[in-house]
């Protein structure tokens, strides 16, 4: 189980966005998901790499899978298209999510998302437990999507092959 130190703490200094970068994000990824991904160039703390986007290289990430953003903001994943609302944004890059732009549909994209692409899962392999952490986006989000999928660590544990010495 990680930990999540920072997950809720708010610092002035994170709302920083150069203006340069700021239009160049609404240039290229649309004014919809340019606050969202931008804060990704500074690598604020407030940033949920964990069950969300993340950056490797110049490419941004969801688990094991690259993604594509559009001038509308939306999001484009395994030739997939996902409508990307204010609402699915801060599901996939926020640790702190603010519930008051979630709608449910949101909610189900997000579920969607994660499971294509395995990132609620450790290390993102598909027969891998789902990453639990003492994060706040953990137990109040990512947790209730996956309520069925409780007891698939200790169901995965047993199914494990043990090295006989």
Request: charged share 35%; glycine share 6%.
């Amino acid at each position: 189980m990680e930990e999540d130190d920072d997950d809720d703490v708010y610092d002035e200094d994170d709302d920083f966005v150069e203006d340069e970068a700021r239009e160049y994000g609404r240039e290229n990824v649309g004014p919809v998901a340019s606050p969202y991904l931008m804060p990704y160039v500074y690598k604020r703390r407030f940033l949920d790499s964990q069950y969300g986007v993340r950056k490797d290289f110049a490419m941004y990430m969801i688990g094991d899978s690259p993604i594509e953003v559009d001038t509308s903001g939306d999001i484009t994943i395994k030739d997939r298209v996902f409508k990307g609302s204010k609402g699915l944004w801060e599901l996939l890059t926020r640790k702190k999510v603010n519930t008051e732009f979630i709608a449910k549909e949101n909610l189900k994209s997000c579920k969607k998302i994660l499971t294509m692409n395995n990132a609620h899962l450790t290390q993102y392999q598909p027969d891998g437990n789902i990453n639990i952490t003492r994060g706040k986006k953990f137990r109040e989000i990512i947790a209730p999507l996956f309520e069925k999928a409780k007891g698939r660590g200790v169901e995965s544990a047993l199914r494990r092959k043990w090295i006989k010495y």
